[in-house]
């Protein structure tokens, strides 16, 4: 699917690509759940294959990045001209911000983690509901969106980042070996 251009664009690619991340995550084995992230192996050189080591380290960025956007919208929304990225990070150093969110949830058990992400995804798609296809497509219409439109922040932390996590968990299957090693 194209990146969406319209609200109703973005509602469906947020939706199934939300519900195609479930369907892979109730998918997972065992084994699949328990063996750690291990990307070493892969060309992968962005920062998030060493970072990531298993399921909940995934949803968890999810979940942070829907509080990134519900934090921003509703802060300026009220008037606080703030940036999406907080202080004191900033586009060339969010990289950093992700790995603190990493830390901050090193003991979420994953079953929490699954349902932050559900609640947040609820909350980020009814907030999405709130907006018109022109306020959310259209450029110039929020000031603090900055040239952007506040869709592509919708989409990039909906649609575009579920996919990022279903390429992962798809990525990580591959290398679980798929018997015991008998001797």
Same mark, same amino acid.
């Given at each position: 699917?194209?990146?969406?251009?319209? &609200?109703?664009?973005?509602?469906?690619?947020?939706?199934?690509?939300?519900?195609? +991340?479930?369907?892979?995550?109730?998918?997972?084995?065992?084994?699949?759940?328990?063996? #750690?992230?291990?990307?070493?192996?892969?060309?992968?050189?962005?920062?998030?294959?060493?970072?990531?080591?298993?399921?909940?380290?995934?949803?968890?960025? +999810?979940?942070?990045?829907?509080? +990134?956007?519900?934090?921003? *919208? %509703?802060?300026?929304?009220?008037?606080?001209?703030? #940036?999406?990225?907080? %202080?004191?990070?900033?586009?060339?150093?969010?990289?950093?911000?992700?790995?603190?969110?990493?830390?901050?949830?090193?003991?979420? #058990?994953?079953?929490?983690? &699954?349902?932050?992400?559900? &609640?947040?995804?609820?909350?980020?798609?009814?907030?999405?509901?709130?907006?018109?296809?022109?306020?959310?497509?259209?450029?110039?219409?929020?000031?603090?969106?900055?040239?952007?439109? +506040?869709?592509?922040?919708? *989409?990039?932390?909906?649609?575009?980042?579920?996919?990022?996590? *279903?390429?992962?968990? %798809?990525?990580?299957? %591959?290398?679980?070996?798929?018997?015991?090693?008998?001797?």
């Amino acid at each position: 699917m194209a990146r969406p251009q319209t &609200k109703s664009d973005l509602i469906t690619a947020a939706t199934e690509n939300f519900e195609q +991340l479930n369907a892979l995550i109730e998918g997972l084995t065992e084994k699949e759940l328990s063996v #750690p992230f291990d990307f070493s192996d892969t060309a992968k050189k962005e920062a998030h294959w060493k970072r990531d080591k298993n399921l909940r380290d995934v949803i968890i960025h +999810l979940y942070e990045w829907h509080q +990134l956007l519900l934090n921003w *919208v %509703k802060a300026n929304q009220n008037g606080e001209n703030q #940036p999406f990225i907080p %202080k004191p990070y900033n586009w060339k150093t969010y990289g950093i911000m992700n790995v603190e969110f990493w830390r901050k949830h090193q003991n979420t #058990p994953h079953e929490e983690a &699954k349902e932050m992400l559900e &609640k947040s995804h609820c909350e980020v798609m009814k907030l999405a509901e709130t907006f018109s296809n022109d306020e959310l497509f259209s450029k110039g219409v929020f000031s603090w969106t900055k040239g952007s439109t +506040l869709g592509s922040y919708f *989409v990039s932390n909906t649609a575009s980042h579920y996919n990022w996590a *279903v390429k992962k968990l %798809k990525a990580h299957k %591959k290398t679980v070996p798929k018997c015991s090693n008998f001797n």
